[in-house]
Structures are given as C-alpha cells and as structure tokens.
C-alpha cells in the first residue's frame, strides 16, 4: 500500500487539488453523502472508481466486480447500476457468499492484469469543492462529473489490453 506521501505524487498520477490529493476528495464525498441521499446515489460509482484509480487501496479479489459494475454503470445507467448494487448489498447480508454475484456482470470485459494504467483523464482532485461541498452546483452536475471519472476510469484500465 503507498499512499504517495512524501514522494510528490498520488498513485494515479493526478495533480493535488484545493482540497488535497485524491483520498482527501474521497474522504469528503464519503462525508457528504452519508448525509444526503441523493448524492449516495452514485456511491458504488465512487467508490469502484475510487478504488480502480488506486488499486494499492483496493482488496485485488474484487476489482474485478468493480471494473464490472462500472462498466455496468456507462453501459445501463445508474438506475441499473442502484439495482445491481443493492442484490449485491442483500446477497451479502444474507452470508452465504463474499464477493460479488457475478451472473449480472457476465457480460463485461474482466479486469486486464498489469497494475495501474494511469494517469487518468478525469479524476478526483479535480473536483470542486465549495462553501464546503462537493456538489456546489447541483446534482446533475456532480452526476456528469462523476461519469466522466468512471469513463476515464474504464478508458486507462482498457489499454492495458492493447
Ligand atoms: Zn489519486
């Protein structure tokens, strides 16, 4: 695990934001949105996104799932994705298996081998961040803002199978 402290860089490549480098702006939506239904909303975005730009951060046994679902996500929309997600969050509660149902995800590339591809082209520390919010202009921005990010996301691990 690095979190890139003392070496001038975070693990995806991107330049430190306002707020500071990418765990920073992933703290605060993490904050934010516990109190705000709406923007949970994309939680399974930011975080599968989150993860996939720092996979030292990440558990490798379920990237995988999580390269899926975002996948999922650009493919079906977030509606899909909510459903997807919360048979995901049942399956587990119930205990009889970790890990992700992988029967909805079938259909979407694997995630290709060889560590981190990025830099990215959308990422956190390029977020805003005002009057102490994340999400300074409204919800269908902050949604577009964070399609961008699963986009980019998807987009740099795609490489890697050129
Ligand atoms: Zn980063």
């Known amino acids: 695990m690095t ?7 975070c693990e995806c490549g991107a330049t430190p934001g306002p707020l500071g480098e990418c765990v920073d702006y992933y703290h605060a939506i993490l904050a934010e949105e516990q109190a705000d239904p709406e923007m949970y909303r994309w939680h399974t975005v930011v975080v599968c996104a989150y993860l996939l730009q720092h996979p030292a951060r990440a558990y490798d046994k379920y990237l995988d799932g999580q390269f899926r679902l975002l996948q999922l996500y650009l493919d079906k929309g ?3 994705l ?3 997600a ?3 969050v049942a399956r587990n509660r119930h205990g009889s ?10 259909e979407y590339a694997p995630l ?3 560590g981190s591809p990025g830099p990215f082209r959308a990422g956190f520390c390029g977020l805003p961040f005002r009057d102490g919010s994340i999400v300074p202009d409204g919800y269908p ?3 577009r803002r964070m399609e961008s990010i699963a986009e980019a996301t998807v987009e740099s691990w ?4 050129a």
């Open 82 to 84: 909510l459903r997807v």
């Open 97 to 106: 298996r970790p890990g992700y149902d992988m029967a909805p995800l079938a």
């Open 112 to 114: 290709p081998r060889g």
């Open 78 to 80: 977030l509606d899909a």
């Open 158 to 161: 795609r490489t890697l199978t």
């Open 3 to 9: 979190d890139g402290s003392g070496t001038g860089g």
């Open 141 to 143: 921005a902050y949604g």
């Open 86 to 88: 919360a048979h995901q």
